[in-house]
């Protein structure tokens, strides 16, 4: 008769085992889907698709010197930019990522063009990565035209320079200043012989905003240079180096189109009612560090497609790591924006995402969350 040589597993160590591998399981849930591989792009007009709905593309236009991006899930990086040109000229490129439609390529399903007067807001928000060794501007490209065109220059461009290093100045002259979206901007007009342009020009590097592109496009047609019947067509973020450009990034990119009525005393379409939201917000905290599961829950009878979720975190807190949602900034104002399994949210249903930081002083919970610029109930 053989003998059993092996131990016979007792029910702690049975427990033992099945609580590990449940840890293990939830570990993996909690940090999401494996992410996208970064990809790299050399071609001239090379691109390809983030988040499953934006477009980022090299598109170096005025230069034969090699530029390679590397798109991320979030943004992208000029990990090669050779060559320079003329300061007193047209920048050699324009490497960006954007939603709508540049050239007859639209990012996957974008809602514009879309007529500017059916235009209720359009958030976005923008994080960069900047560097000193290089001359360029950081900007932000919005695209009007008088029809619903998709392949080729629109007849108005508005840019908003983020930043700008070394002797550059936008398209024509300086015609005043303007405050919009809360801060103070240069004015310049201009002409670059295909399109006109208005450039909105920060006197200080801004390396990330959340804000309303409406608030620019509704200067452009109060300056007589655009119409409520017009379309936005794109809007694109990115970079315009004129002499080198390697390590400048877009370290996070999001972009909404909301439509319906601006006016408050107008009920709206009872066909196309109101998206309705709550969020819980769940810690867990310890001395100097928390995580926090935030859901949001569509309560109303349409889908939620391409949300944006904004909140504010308290004074001293950091964000250092998150999942399921893209994050504008660390700290301060901020929006989520989500990755592509949980970009709808079905009427009665949630997602979720998550997050993790470092705190100073007592924690705090956000005071409330805007889900499209609208608030929603916090439980």
């Known amino acids: 008769m053989r003998l059993l040589t092996h131990r016979l597993r007792t029910p702690r160590a049975l427990l033992g085992a099945l609580l590990t591998a449940l ?6 849930l909690a940090a999401g889907p494996p992410a996208q591989a970064d990809t790299l792009i050399c071609d001239q007009y090379g691109t390809t698709v983030i988040q499953g709905r934006y477009v980022v593309q090299n598109n170096r236009w005025g230069t034969g010197a090699t530029q390679c991006v590397t798109a991320t899930d979030t943004g992208f990086r000029v990990t090669q930019a050779d060559g320079s040109v003329p300061t007193n000229g047209a920048p050699k490129s324009y490497p960006s990522v954007f ?13 514009l063009p879309t007529q500017v007067s059916t235009i209720s807001s359009a958030p976005s928000s923008i994080s960069y990565g900047f560097v000193n060794d ?41 015609t005043g200043t303007a405050t919009v979206g809360g801060r103070s901007w240069e004015v310049w007009t201009g002409s670059n012989g295909a399109n006109d342009v208005i450039s909105f020009v920060a006197p200080s590097a801004i390396a990330q905003w959340s804000f309303d592109v409406m608030d620019f496009v509704d200067q452009a047609v109060s300056r007589g240079l655009a119409q409520p019947s017009w379309y936005l067509t794109s809007v694109q973020a990115g970079f315009e180096p004129w002499q080198n450009g390697a390590g400048l990034s877009v370290n996070s990119f999001s972009s909404t189109v909301n439509t319906g009525s601006t006016d408050p005393g107008d009920p709206g379409d009872p066909g196309d009612p109101a998206a309705s939201c709550r969020v819980a917000y769940d810690t867990n905290v310890w001395q100097g560090g928390y995580t926090a599961n935030v859901t949001l829950h569509n309560t109303g009878s349409a889908p939620l497609d391409g949300w944006q979720l904004g909140f504010t975190l308290p004074s001293g807190q950091r964000v250092t790591g998150a999942w399921n949602a893209t994050l504008s900034a660390n700290s301060g104002a901020l929006v989520a924006s989500p990755v592509a399994h949980n970009a709808r949210i079905a009427p009665g249903t949630s997602q979720n995402f998550g997050f993790q930081g470092t705190y100073s002083g007592t924690f705090a919970e956000p005071a409330g969350f805007t889900l499209n610029g609208t608030a929603c109930t916090v439980v």
């Open 134 to 174: 290089a001359v360029y501007n950081a900007s932000y490209d919005i695209w009007l035209d008088p029809t619903p065109r998709t392949d080729g220059v629109n007849r108005t461009e508005i840019m908003i320079w983020f930043n700008r290093v070394g002797p550059i100045q936008p398209i024509g002259s300086q």
């Open 23 to 28: 840890a293990t399981v939830a570990a993996l």
């Open 99 to 111: 939603n709508g439609c540049h050239y007859t390529n639209c990012s996957p399903g974008t809602s």
